[in-house]
């Protein structure tokens, strides 16, 4: 079992930046790959970005390669996703989650475990 936490949201102006963490319990977490997602008012989850266990690989949406940039550190536990040159339409509920071995990192349904999400308002 692992339990997911995220942290770092809030309200900023567009151009601005914002670095979001979510913090892992469980001996476990250097052995998953992780994932964050999005889910905007009326619309569908979708995937933001990857990292695979070792942080060696990473992966993105198109809409945010070269805005966001997703890292972890094992031996804190943690994943983060920094994010810049922010826009509007990136207003949503950001979620981390733990990547299912061998499963597809951009579907949701690849996932198991999700925190709880936090707000991150893009204002215009």
């Known amino acids: 079992q692992v339990q997911l936490v995220e942290s770092g949201g809030g309200l900023v102006q567009a151009g601005g930046s914002l670095r979001l963490s979510c913090a892992a319990s469980g001996r476990t977490f250097s052995s998953y790959a992780m994932g964050w997602f999005r889910q905007g008012p009326g619309k569908e989850r979708e995937f933001v970005a990857a990292?695979?266990?070792?942080?060696?690989?990473?992966y993105y949406a198109d809409s945010q390669k070269g805005r966001f940039s997703i890292s972890r550190d094992n031996a804190k536990n943690t994943v983060y996703l920094q994010m810049n040159i922010l826009k509007p339409e990136d207003t949503a509920v950001y979620y981390c989650?733990?990547?299912?071995?061998?499963?597809?990192?951009?579907?949701?349904?690849?996932?198991?475990?999700w925190g709880q999400g936090t707000q991150v308002t893009v204002s215009s």
């Open positions: 989650a733990t990547l299912r071995s061998g499963s597809d990192y951009r579907q949701a349904r690849s996932y198991d475990y």
């Open positions: 990292i695979s266990w070792s942080g060696e690989r990473t």
